[in-house]
């Protein structure tokens, strides 16, 4: 069969120096950081949507993208040659994951039904295709957004027909990723949120928004999927406020509803910086929760307000991000999906492979500065010695439960605690060092 992109070929690892733009400098699959290989470390994912699916149109203007593989009216036969276009770009890249919506794969008909038969037809094209090349599905997730039927939500429709859609279209979606081997199911809350208060009964819509999960939940038990769920935050954009808001909105959610044992995160640096926090900060939260499950790595602009979905290239984020990954323990059924698309003006089919290449070099760089960071314990030695008035004296009683108000009043009458008995936090110490680790490592 003729190549999509025949004057691409297979992106090869260089090395640091190298001059070529098609190829890798700092992402070498097989090489191993702390006993395990870069791409079992990254499981870099192709997201659906973006790479196949966007035209490049914003509110300004129409598409852009010189795409081969939509020039046809057909909607069927387009989505066939999604497949094939993507999985080229893959198998070209050497990415092993991808992700997809149900609306991305197989293109929506007039009927429930005659849809899902469908995406039936797609997923047998994909389930070929991940046999030849041994690619495999990260995760699915369902769009519950586009269609002018969820203008109020799904799960959090004033309508109850319209969460009723949503949950059939929800269980389908489940049915093809356990079909196709999907290690994961995504919640993003498309249009989970409200325009208004004057409008919304907020206790019902996020009751139900819980019911939906609980039905997810059951039923993956029913079917014997074995995916892990995922919640990803985002603070708004479609609604003004979405309920997913950031990871500790989330978390408290879940617990609320007794969901918390059944989801992790999947942390999307865009969504992150959306909501005014570091995409470290999501991380961590999601860690030190014990619920980092995936990433969907991009970055946005500072400058604009909405979500840009870029390729990510910043090397400072991925080095943190990559920490945070390391010191949960890695990826498990997670990885890095790059939910990034190429710029309106990068319109030439190749601009996708540069992208990718800027994305997955970004990543491996990330990958081994932080790596030997934990390896030399930099910021642990200084946490470790920073906080180490917690372990002896009135700091281990305050952590031990011994000491309270009255021992604590007794302990401070006492000491005379001014700035100079206390450590420095020494921060341009360390920002200075992770400098030097991100230059020389
Ligand atoms: C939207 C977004 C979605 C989710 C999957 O901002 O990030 O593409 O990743 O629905
Ligand atoms: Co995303």
Redesign the pocket.
Known sequence: MSEIFANIGKIQYKGEGCGEELAFRYYNPDEKIMGRTMKDHLRFAM?Y??TLCGEGSDQFGSGTMQRSWTSTEDEMKKAELKVKAGFEIMEKLGIEYY?F?DRDIAPEADTLEETNKRLDIVADMLEKEMKRTGIKLLWG?S?C?TNPRFVHGAATSSEADVFAHAAAQVKKAMEVTKRLGGEGY???G?REGYETLLNTDMKLELDNLGRMLHMAVDYAAKIGFKGQFYI?P?PK?PTKHQYDFDTATVISFLRQYGLADKFKM?I?A??ATLASHTFQHELRVSRINGMLGSI?A?QGDLLLGW?T?QFPVNIYDSVLAMYEVLMAGGFTTGGL?F?AKARRASFDPSDIFYGYIAGMDTFAKGLRVAAKLIEDKVFEKNIEKRYSSFGSGIGKDIVSGKAGFEELEAYAMKKNVTVSTLMSGRQEMLENILNQYIFTK
């Open positions: 997201s949507w973006h992700c919506h997730t769009n957004f995504v919640f993003w498309g990803e985002k954009e999947n999307e865009n969504h969907d991009n979500d979905d999906n939910d």
